[in-house]
């Protein structure tokens, strides 16, 4: 039975809005205004179970059975609304609703729209190799064939015979997928001692699926991927990193890179890139950072405006902990003149954010500060979820910290306590509130880090904090920079030596 108060605790609000617009426009029956109260005694919490329910709509019925209508109908009003509302959530969601509505202009005799509608549904279908769809579309074109003679009965049915081996390869595909998935996160896979080749072979026997079709190019990409899945989620960073180059190296060797697979490469080359970065192997990231750009500019930049960011946030990681701030800088630079005026908020909050950060490091705090005001621009900075908002704040409070500007932290930190409660009020930002509570100590006391009991906090503070990593979300790790305070280090060689 489906679940009407799950249901609602998952929808948005944009869904809610909808749903309430959708029931006035169709709702015209006496049992209407049951319905929204229904409705909004589960959206409120007012009432949380079925019984409790009941005994408000109903309360002189004995019996359920009228509460247990209205709430049928509602759970299906609620899903006419959601259709209606994502019938372009994705290629299949619109791919379905097409054979839907052919179906419709089916039964009511309209063959020629019914046609143009598979036709067009056909082609979607095909551009994102939904055989399964491509199934039912052709078996109501050929269906179609004997009520509409412009439609080339042959052409389909070929074209049916066709998909049909198309279906049952991506089903047997799909099959050694999910098993090997199962098999790998079942057992202790360790990339280094696993004969790969004999696990997928005994589980090819197992399904009975052809030799030709696992050594087939799209096969061989769909199993790369997976069990680069499988180490990332078990976080194997080492045996991740060892199975991409060896991946990379053996794919090269059987020549599977070809303009139209070439996404593949990139994407291996990215996946290879952030884990170098992630085990800290700078020199190592140098050339595969290198060929990631070789690879972007092949085939007259197919994938180059797609990937080339990826590539700079590589990049300019690599300067960074590889103590070279000046060509981060330059780099950083000459991209904010690039995307002066592009508004794409990303790029603004890479460039700057960056920028900012490395200036801070160069000990250069004036440009580091107005390096990050461009995010602090209403029209940026608004367009920002509140996570990333909460980010910037936390920096722009440790810069002015550094700069001396006391008064500006003491408002500012207590701006950032009220417009953020609800998120630092979350299990996953105790970290963040933490720090805001321990830098408020720092600035009311005139010498913070001569403190017995403030260093006693921070020391708690950094022995609490998980170990300092290159791929941190936090702008100036709050881990290294209280230390760096705590030591009087610079916190720029203390981010070296952590790494």
Not at 47 to 54: E, R, S
Request: aromatic share 12%.
């Amino acid at each position: 039975m489906r679940n009407l108060f799950d249901l609602i605790g998952k929808l948005t609000k944009e869904e809610k809005r909808h749903f309430k617009i959708y029931l006035q426009r169709i709702k015209q029956a006496d049992g209407e205004h049951r319905l929204i109260t229904l409705f909004d005694l589960v959206n409120d919490g007012i009432c949380q179970t079925d019984d409790a329910l009941n005994g408000r709509l109903y309360p002189h019925n004995t019996d359920k059975n009228a509460y247990y209508r209205l709430k049928n109908r509602l759970i299906a009003d609620l899903e006419r609304s959601l259709l209606l509302l994502h019938v372009g959530m994705n290629d299949r969601v619109e791919i379905m609703s097409q054979i839907s509505m052919a179906q419709i202009y089916y039964f009511k005799a309209l063959y020629k729209d019914a046609y143009e509608l598979l036709k067009k549904a056909e082609r979607n279908a095909e551009k994102g190799d939904h055989t399964d769809l491509l199934a039912v579309i052709y078996e109501l074109i050929v269906k179609m064939a004997f009520d509409f003679e412009p439609i080339d009965l042959k052409n389909y049915s070929d074209k049916q015979l066709n998909n049909l081996t198309r279906y049952q390869n991506a089903l047997q595909t799909d099959r050694l997928i999910k098993n090997l998935s199962y098999r790998l996160l079942k057992s202790n896979f360790n990339v280094r001692d696993t004969h790969l080749n004999t696990t997928l072979e005994e589980i090819r026997e197992t399904l009975s699926i052809q030799t030709e079709l696992l050594e087939s190019p799209k096969m061989q990409f769909d199993i790369s991927n997976t069990i680069r899945r499988i180490l990332l989620q078990k976080e194997d960073y080492d045996g991740l990193e060892a199975y991409l180059i060896e991946n990379l190296r053996d794919f090269e060797t059987k020549q599977l890179y070809k303009k139209e697979t070439h996404v593949h490469k990139i994407i291996s080359l990215i996946w290879l890139v952030n884990t170098l970065l992630k085990n800290r192997k700078f020199k190592a990231m140098n050339s595969y950072t290198a060929l990631l750009h070789e690879a972007l500019l092949a085939y007259n930049k197919l994938y180059y405006e797609k990937y080339i960011w990826i590539y700079y946030q590589s990049l300019i990681s690599q300067y960074f902990y590889s103590n070279e701030l000046v060509h981060a800088i330059d780099l950083l630079n000459s991209l904010s003149n690039e995307r002066h005026s592009s508004g794409a908020t990303q790029y603004d909050m890479f460039v700057y954010g960056n920028l900012s950060v490395d200036y801070y490091c160069a000990q250069q705090l004036r440009k580091a500060m107005s390096s990050l005001a461009p995010l602090l621009q209403r029209e940026v900075f608004g367009k920002l979820s509140v996570e990333l908002q909460l980010r910037v704040r936390l920096l722009e409070v440790i810069l002015h910290y550094e700069n001396s500007d006391f008064d500006f932290i003491d408002y500012k930190i207590s701006e950032i306590r009220h417009a953020y409660k609800t998120l630092l009020q979350q299990g996953t930002y105790s970290r963040e509130s933490a720090f805001i509570r321990l830098f408020k100590r720092c600035i009311a006391h005139p010498k913070p880090f001569s403190d017995a009991t403030i260093r006693q906090r921070i020391a708690d503070f950094v022995q609490d904090s998980p170990p300092f990593a290159p791929s941190s979300n936090e702008f100036i790790s709050y881990r290294l920079w209280f230390e760096s305070k705590l030591h009087k280090v610079d916190y720029y060689e203390l981010v070296l030596r952590s790494v």
